[in-house]
Structures are given as C-alpha cells and as structure tokens.
C-alpha cells in the first residue's frame, strides 16, 4: 500500500464479502478480519490480490520488508539531481549553455527511476480501475516532462543559449518555448522524502509484539521420565515439569511443586516486591527466580500463556484506526479524480473557446502540476522532522503523526506506579525499633545477618545501615531458611547471639503491625529478643508530585493504576497527589481499565514502564513508556521518555500539542493554496512554470512554519528549596 486510499479500497473490497467485517491499517499495514464460519484465509487473502495487493497471515517472527533503506538512495539521488536542476531552471544567471539537456537528463532519472514507485503503483491501480495520489503525481510529473521534452524537440527550448525567464500568462510567451523539469524534479524529491519518512514509522509498527515475545525464555531445563534435559519452549506441554535455577526465567506459567524461592515477577505483574514461593504457588512465564531451585509444573504453554495474551492484545490494539486516517481515506476518495477531472475540463473549455491547443495544454498542465501533493506530502513529515527532533533533544521520542493528533485530545491520563511514579528500587521507607532498642543496635543486627544474601531487599537494608553510619558488626554461619528469611550468629557489644531476620514465620515473637503496611516487613530478633522491624518499599521519584501538578493546569485528570496493593498504592497517590486510584489491577485489567475509562467519554494517555503495561499502552488513546521501562513497553507507546523523570511527561504533552498544531496548520495551507490555485490555473493565468514555483513556494511555507518547532523549550524542572 502506498497511501491511505489503497487500505480504504482494501477494506471495502473485504467488507463485500458475505458476512466480513474488516478494518485495514495502512500505518501497521494490517487487517483485522473477523470472517463467518465457512471463509478462509484463502478466500480473504485472494480478495486482496484481486484488488491488486497481497496479503499474507501476520505472526510476529515475520520479517517486514525495510522500505525506507529501498527509498533512501533514491531520495538521495532525487536531491542530489533535483537542487541543480532546480536551481538552474529558475536562475537565468545560472543558465550555462545547453543547461537544458543537462536539466532533461537529471530529470529523466529523477521521474523514471527515483520516482519509479509512484509509476508502478499508477499502473497497478489503473488495472484495477482505481486511483491515488500516486496517479496525480505520476500525470502531473509525466506530463510536465512530457511537454518540455516536446517543447525541447518540436519547439524552440532546445535552442543552445534559449534563457528560461519567468512569464506571468501564457500569452506572453511561445508555450513550445518553456519546459518544467524543475516542476517535475522537485514534486518527486520531496514526496520521496515524504514517503522515506512515513516507511521509517511503519518499519517499528511490528517492534511491539517481538519485544513482547523477547522477555520469554527460549529454552527450558525439563524433567521427563526421570531424566533432565534442555529444549526450545515451543516444545512445552502442558504437565511437563521444568527445573528453574536461581537467574533464570519461567519457561512458562505453571504451579510450583518443588523448592522455595523468591520470584520476581514485576516485568510481568507490576508488583515492585519480589514473591517468595513454595509448592503450590502460582509462577508467570518470563519472571525470574532469583534465589533457589524451583520445580514448575506448566500449566499454560504458548499462545495460552499470560505473556502471549499481553501479546496479543498489544497486536489487537494496533489495528485500531484513528480520526485522521478515517478523514484521509475520505479525501483521498474525491481529490485525486476531482484534480483530474478539473485538468480535463480545462482542456476542453480552453478548445471550445478558441484559446487553441498549446494555450489548452499547458493550462491543464499548469492545473496539474500545481495539484500536484507536495504540500500536502510535507506537512506532516517536515512537522515530524522538526517536532521529533526537538523532542530527541530533550529526551522525548514521538512514534509518528497519529500519536500527535492523540496527544493533542487527551484529557486523562493514567500512571503506573512502580518505575513510573516511583523510582522502582528497593529503599527502606520506616525503622521501628522495639521499646528499649536503639534504631542504630536494629539497623546493626539487620545488615549484618542480610549482608550474607543477596535478595533485593536484603540489598536495600544493608544500604540503608550504610548510609546511617552504623557500625559493621561481625557475623557468621549465615543460612537461608527460603520462604523465611535469614539466619546467623551474630557478636555485638561484646556478646553473641543467634539472629533470625525475616518475616513473622520466622520471627514469631513480633507483635503485630498497626495499620496498613505498605511494603515488605523485614522483622529483627537477637537471642530470642525481638528488636524491631524494617519497611522496604520503593519512593516517589523527586519532582513527581511537580509534574502531577502541572499535568493538571494542562487539563488532564491523573489517575494512578497499579498491580500492587491498596495501602501501597494509597501511599504513593497521596504523595502525589493524586485522588483516583486503581489497585491490586493484572496486567489483562490495566487495559480493561483503560477502556473502561474510554468507555466514559475520556481520551486517555496510559504512562508505563514494565511488560504488564504494554496492552494498556496499546489500548489507550496516548501511549507513554518511560525509556527506563522494558523494550516490550516502549514498543507498544507511541511516545518514549528517555529520561526517568516525569517532568519529561509534561515536556511530552506541551511539545506534541505543538507539533499537531503545526501539522493541522501545515495541513489547511496545503489545502487552501490548492483550492485557491487550481481555479487560477484552470482560468490560464497561470504558466506551468509560475505553477511549479507556486507549489515550490507551498513547500518552503509549510517547512518554514514546522522549523518553528525547534524554538521550542522544555519547562524549567524544579528544584530544591535554599535554605
């Protein structure tokens, strides 16, 4: 497909079938057909190519052809060639002897072979009886050097020495004695570089599911007939056991029946605490065990498993069609046979008058050329350019022109919590020394039993210590007890002890929490003696509740959405500030809880960083990944914050307002200045020459107005108070 009118034929063609509905995404360059028991894909996949495209069922290891390193040479080439030629052909001063040949000869290669994609899909279409912009573009190129090389042979243009001067009416000058090479050659340099852009954005439309599929395991340690052995995961079945060690993954989602161990499942399920695990506990395929061994019986194998249903419904969200590609496939329906029409009319009405034939051709030449998309094919692309440069600067990757039009209609956007709102590391949050305990003698025993494991959250404690100047003390005969925590023999303050760290089935004398607990205890005792309790949890990143400030004076409702529990959450929301709160939410619910939110009315923007955020991604109308989140995640966004911050977030919104705003304007020039040119040029007061300069100086405009965008400033981000 090369532009919108192909998927919009496309869809209706699938859509005349008995009982199809069908809708095709020409970004994506997908259909998502639902089809009647009794249709094939053979049937579907036939319709296609009778409408004169292919088709071919999608799975996420088929490889998409690179475009964009097929059109880059050409549009290379197509500049290289065209500047001169233009440059020439509208400066008598540069007009050297015989420049024109040289000029014919330039624009040859240009129209035929850089351009010879625009042709090849013209004669496709017209096989099939259908049009696009690619037909306007090849009539007004072809006919534009078509007539110059007339001009050149019959006229008097090939003359050595002829000067090429700028005539305001046909009548002023012999029309056999004016060519338009530059016309052509400019029309094709910059719609391929138009197209160059557009095939660079589709060349990422597959990158989500592939991501998805990365953070699986690809191989699995499984137990058959007694016997251990290693094979590629398409293999599982359901029942068989794999042997999962300490760094690996889960091959697939299964029960644990052997072992103990703590499992980290926040790639997956979002909770930001590694799970312990023992026999009977349910184990997520793609999360990692981190301590000891574990023995997992599958009980969802490939396409059954949590991650290829997060799979999945990434894939199902990008066939979505927006707005814009809805009014696109409208337009593109009536323009292009609207211009030609108008080109032929004036012909006619130009013979019928008396205007004879050279004065008719060359008016409808001018009302094609002048037609011709150029405009239109740069408003978004030089925006894009513009736009996604400045935002690489500061840090903010826009996916493309739909996420623009998304942004500037938001008016709700959703958080999650851990590594979006919250640093995603583990940190002691509180230090609850029992009654006659020093925090110091707490923080001692802690990080001198956790300093022999290598659980995060033992990391967090010891870190802690550290960072409060508590003195080391000695220990030693550390032991794991999994599930539990950690055992030693401790010697402080001259005596020793036998230490037990861990949670209440280890540390039975603790006496209960008061209130909500929002993160993970970690409970001291020393020789029977119980000390105290350590909270570890992630924090609120610095300036997070800033942003969730600013987000609300640019009209946006906040809404945290999170796999962790309630109080967690709670606490987070409240630092915030932030008042709508959605917890203890699967990563199959983060969608529906965006579409729930959809259903109401709301434009919504989801915020995320992990694998269980990329179908909410999807599903929402604005994708957000913060760059620090999983490859699945920034895939399934349609924008990417590179840095970690969520002033990055308002930076996102502010410059994709302003980048939409610029296309939409670039977007009513190109169609004021073709709906007030034509009409000139069909009237004959207009030479194809001044019509090639016209369209010229359309293009300058629009990229002119999208340069703008490179003034663009990011928000000073706060900083602390002087005291």
Known sequence: MTCASCANRIEKRLNKVGGVTATVNYATEKASVRAPEGVTTEQLVEVVRAAGYDARLTSPDVVRPNHAQVLRPRMLLAFALGIPVVAVSMVPVLQFPAWQWVALVFTAVIVFWCGRSFHAATWNNLRHGSTTMDTLVTIGTVAAFGWSLVAMVFGGAGMIGMRHEFTLSLGSTDPLEAIYFEAAAAI????????????????EAGAAVRALLEVGAKRANVVRDGVESTVAVDSLAVGDVVVVRPGEKVAADGEVVEGQSAVD?????????????????H?????????????????????????AQIARLVEEAQTDKSNAQ???????????????????????????VGNGLTFALTAAIAVLIIACPCALGLATPSALLAGTGRGAQLGTVIRGAQALEKASKIDTIVLDKTGTLTTGTMAVLAVEAADGVTESRLLAVAAAVEAGSEHPI??????????????????????????HGVTASVRIDGHTGDALVGNSRLVTNAPAAGGDVVGSEVLVSLAGTYLGRIVVGDELKPGAAAAISRLRELGLRPVLLTGDNRAAAEKVAAEAGITDISADVLPQGKAQVVADLQAQGRNVAMVGDGVNDAAALARADLGIAMGQGTDAAIAASDITLMRDDLASVVDAVRLSRATDRTIKSNLVWAFAYNVAAIPIAALGLLTPMIAGAAMAFSSVFVVLNSLRLKAFRAERRPTAARR
């Open 265 to 281: 499942a926040s790639i997956i399920t979002g909770e930001s605490m590694p799970v312990e695990v023992a026999p009977g506990a």
């Open 326 to 352: 809805r009014l696109a496939d409208r337009v593109t329906g009536w323009f292009v046979p609207a211009v030609i029409g108008t080109a032929v009319v004036t012909l006619l009405v130009h013979l019928l």
């Open 188 to 203: 094709i340099a910059f719609l391929l570089l138009g197209r160059w852009i557009e095939a660079r954005s589709k060349q």
């Open 283 to 307: 184990v997520v395929g793609g999360s990692l065990n981190t301590t000891g061994r574990l023995l997992v019986r599958a009980t969802a194998v490939g396409a059954q498993t949590q991650l």
């Open 458 to 483: 033992a990391r967090a404690v010891v870190a802690h210590a550290r960072a409060a100047g508590v003195d080391e003390v000695e220990a030693d005969g550390f032991r794991i007890v999994a599930g």
